[in-house]
């Protein structure tokens, strides 16, 4: 079994900056081939960053590109989303994934004031 920690989330106004934090744990595995998804009130849940295994190769929404950075410590078993220039419209709970056996973390709470 995998667990998915989240932190980091919280309340930033506009122009600001968070990085949320994606802690794994659990049985032997690699945490490349995660990824970040974020669920706003009353929408589907939605693609935001995945960081690949390998070769480190990312992947954005072009919603986030420029503004959002994914990256990894291996060391920590950890996963990080820098989100720098936040819009209202980032609102959300964002989730982290483990796509090898599609774990879900609990979600960490995003919000911008504008």
């Known amino acids: 079994q995998v667990q998915l920690v989240e932190s980091g989330g919280g309340l930033v106004q506009a122009g600001g900056s968070l990085r949320l934090s994606c802690a794994a744990s659990g049985r032997s595995f690699s945490i490349c081939d995660m990824g970040w998804y974020r669920q706003a009130p009353g929408k589907e849940r939605e693609f935001v960053a995945r960081i690949s295994c390998g070769s480190v190769v990312t992947y954005y929404a072009d919603s986030v590109k420029g503004r959002f950075t994914i990256s990894r410590d291996n060391a920590k078993n950890t996963v990080y989303l820098q989100m720098n220039s936040l819009k209202p419209e980032d609102t959300a709970i964002y989730y982290c994934?483990?796509?090898?056996?599609?774990?879900w973390g609990q979600g960490t709470q995003v919000t911008v004031s504008s």
């Open positions: 994934n483990l796509r090898a056996g599609n774990y």
